[in-house]
T-cell receptor, first 114, second 115 residues
Framework: EADIYQTPRYLVIGTGKKITLECSQTMGHDKMYWYQQDPGMELHLIHYSYGVNSTEKGDLSSESTVSRIRTEHFPLTLESARPSHTSQYLC?????????????FGPGTRLTVL | AQTVTQSQPEMSVQEAETVTLSCTYDTSESNYYLFWYKQPPSRQMILVIR??????QNATENRFSVNFQKAAKSFSLKISDSQLGDTAMYFC????????????FGQGTRLTINP
């Protein structure tokens, strides 16, 4: 079944650690996105990708980085986690313009940095 | 830059009632899309309904319908015959009709359906 996956679902980690949040989709979408969402708040775009080897920063500044080496995989990395990075991170993928323009969301990773 | 505003942080209705969630947006674009997304507690965000700005007819999906007022830049969601499973955060979102297809979200409305 075509879907979008994120691991881990929950992560508690100490300050200064390097972390990578995984996101994979099996829908064959070219466009992928990372959003950051504080509890009960709106989502803010932090990174997006048009396709392989394409990455762009989003509207909200973030210390994280992303890579897109394969179409289906769009990992997000924090080199040195800090308490201010505590948030939920949602990955999404989307169809080409002119299609339904729908974005499909993963289940999210809830990150807590102590 | 586009902005999306949801002025109702929380709403609560009884099961089977009809509820309307409000959303206004600001843009200078002529070609765009509007969405309502639902985020149930601890569950995946899913699309409820979408509207193309060039279409005058309001979108409907079963019990969900929108009132799209382009001149007023208003995009409200009506849920008819509300069910307990409709309890969730609802986000209004805007997307330009070209480019990266980035979504700009409103602040969300927490909707509770009471038995």
């Amino acid at each position: 079944e075509a879907d979008i996956y994120q691991t881990p679902r929950y992560l508690v980690i100490g300050t200064g650690k390097k972390i990578t949040l995984e996101c994979s989709q099996t829908m064959g979408h070219d466009k992928m996105y990372w959003y950051q969402q504080d509890p009960g708040m709106e989502l803010h775009l932090i990174h997006y990708s048009y396709g392989v080897n394409s990455t762009e920063k989003g509207d909200l500044s973030s210390e994280s980085t992303v890579s897109r080496i394969r179409t289906e995989h769009f990992p997000l990395t924090l080199e040195s986690a800090r308490p201010s990075h505590t948030s939920q991170y949602l990955c999404a993928s989307g169809q080409e313009a002119g299609a339904r323009n729908e974005q499909f969301f993963g289940p999210g990773t809830r990150l807590t940095v102590l | 830059a586009q902005t999306v505003t949801q002025s109702q942080p929380e709403m609560s209705v009884q099961e089977a009632e009809t509820v309307t969630l409000s959303c206004t947006y600001d843009t200078s674009e002529s070609n765009y899309y509007l969405f309502w997304y639902k985020q149930p507690p601890s569950r995946q965000m899913i699309l409820v309904i979408r509207q193309e700005a060039y279409k005058q007819q309001n979108a409907t999906e079963n019990r969900f319908s929108v009132n799209f007022q382009k001149a007023a830049k208003s995009f409200s969601l009506k849920i008819s015959d509300s069910q307990l499973g409709d309890t969730a955060m609802y986000f209004c979102a805007f997307m330009k009709g070209w480019g990266a297809q980035k979504l700009v979200f409103g602040q969300g409305t927490r909707l509770t359906i009471n038995p």
